[in-house]
């Protein structure tokens, strides 16, 4: 759920949303605030909390979700945490365009919610599942406020946060009521826990449904979840909330053309369900995969194979990036990855995992799946370790 920009509808907005016209996540930063510096004279600290998350699975695994509570008394709402946003925005009572079954908040029955008066909307640059964006069709409209957020038992008051209003129809397939940002600068109930004293770095275990125990850990890494090493790498430090890395290069079935080796910035995001490259690359991976493989033209950026084709193939990227250590480390997206399945306009083509895009470029579930992630915002780094 990349968030590509958002669009004011009302007055009374922070200036930071006036800037919208840039692809870049973080735009409603209007709700967030910088981690601050742990400091020594904490009076206590907050121990790290699992949130068990679950799987949205058609076919293929999309989204992973997980409870959260709102308001007083809590109530009990799903949101997908998504690293490639930063705001928390869930349905409501007010939306009646929210046909998708999942809780939605009234904020009539919280004695803590604060209605904060502003209305905004947002359009997403990645939806759930695999079918591209085509102009607004993943737009929020919004209102402001703020209430208790409770995350994996951790209480927060006054957390800026965003009832849905208006939905456009494609969010009415999700199972989960919203999503919750978890940007690379906190913000939200996560910099509300981290002023507390939790740690300022989650844990993301996004399994595949035939694994599943998904979990996100707040505050902490569960090392239950993976045996190796962490390795991290180092954001490139430009305090954007997005949670980029540098990669020096793709490879296919282990090999590279001049198109592939070269340096880009990609996009980690848990809000995306599969993988998204400018098309020039998108082009050169598919081309050492099968010549076969081609544009859909019914869904633009979307490409293609004949289905009883597509489990023989190998296609296994593996995306070079830097170590802290200096030492260059692949994550590696397997073969098995390479169907998100059957096109809705001709069943018999399946669709591939890369969409291009030729803005930013992303990876998502296909390759996060794999790893156990650590999104490390207080050290402004990213751990990755088999699992
Ligand atoms: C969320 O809470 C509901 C009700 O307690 C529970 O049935 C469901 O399994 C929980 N979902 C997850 C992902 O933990
Ligand atoms: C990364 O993958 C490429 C292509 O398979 C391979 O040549 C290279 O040795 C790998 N690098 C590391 C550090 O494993």
């Not at 365009?97 to 939605?104: D, E, W």
């Not at 978890?182 to 913000?187: E, N, Q, T, Y």
């Not at 004293?197 to 694994?211: A, H, K, N, R, Y």
Request: net charge neutral; hydrophobic share 40%.
């Amino acid at each position: 759920m990349l968030l590509q920009r958002s669009v004011l509808v009302l007055v009374a907005v922070h200036s930071a949303l006036a800037s919208d016209a840039a692809l870049q996540p973080q735009k409603i930063v209007l709700s967030s605030r910088i981690a601050p510096t742990p400091s020594a004279l904490k009076r206590r600290q907050l121990s790290q909390a699992n949130v068990p998350l679950e799987d949205f699975f058609k076919g293929t695994d999309l989204q992973w979700f997980g409870n959260i509570s709102v308001g007083t008394p809590p109530q009990d709402i799903t949101v997908v945490f998504d690293t490639g946003s930063s705001s928390l925005e869930f349905s409501s009572t007010l939306c009646n365009s929210c046909r998708n079954a999942a809780p939605k908040f009234d904020p009539s029955r919280s004695s803590t919610f604060v209605d904060g008066g502003r209305t905004s909307s947002i359009t997403f640059g990645t939806g759930v599942g695999v079918d591209p964006v085509v102009g607004d069709n993943y737009q929020l409209t919004l209102r402001s406020g703020t209430d208790t957020v409770t995350v994996g038992g951790l209480k927060s008051t006054n957390v800026p946060l965003f009832l849905i209003t208006d939905q456009t129809p494609t969010f009415n397939i999700d199972p989960f009521s919203g999503i919750q940002g978890m940007g690379a600068r906190a913000s939200g109930f996560f910099a509300s826990l981290i002023a507390q004293g939790l740690p300022s770095l989650f844990g993301l275990f996004l399994t595949p449904l035939s694994v599943g125990n998904a979990e996100l850990t707040i505050g902490g890494v569960d090392s239950s979840k993976f045996s190796g090493p962490l390795t991290f790498a180092s954001l490139p430090g430009r305090g954007s909330s997005a949670w980029t890395l540098t990669s020096t290069g793709v490879s296919v079935n282990g090999r590279t053309t001049s198109t592939l080796s070269t340096s880009r910035s990609l996009i980690f995001d848990s809000g995306t369900s599969n993988m998204i490259f400018n098309t020039a690359t998108t082009e050169a991976i598919y081309a050492l995969i099968s010549p076969d493989i081609k544009p859909n033209s019914a869904e633009p950026g979307t490409y293609g194979i004949a289905c009883n084709r597509i489990s023989s193939l190998p296609a296994k990227i593996d995306i070079t990036f830097t170590a802290q250590t200096g030492r260059p480390f692949n994550l590696t997206i397997p073969s098995s990855e390479l169907s998100v399945g059957p096109f809705a306009n001709d069943p018999s083509l399946c669709q591939t995992l890369i969409n291009a895009v030729d803005n930013f470029q992303i990876v998502g579930a296909s390759l996060l799946k794999h790893y156990y992630s650590v999104w490390d915002v207080g050290n402004q780094r990213l751990g990755f370790a088999a699992i």
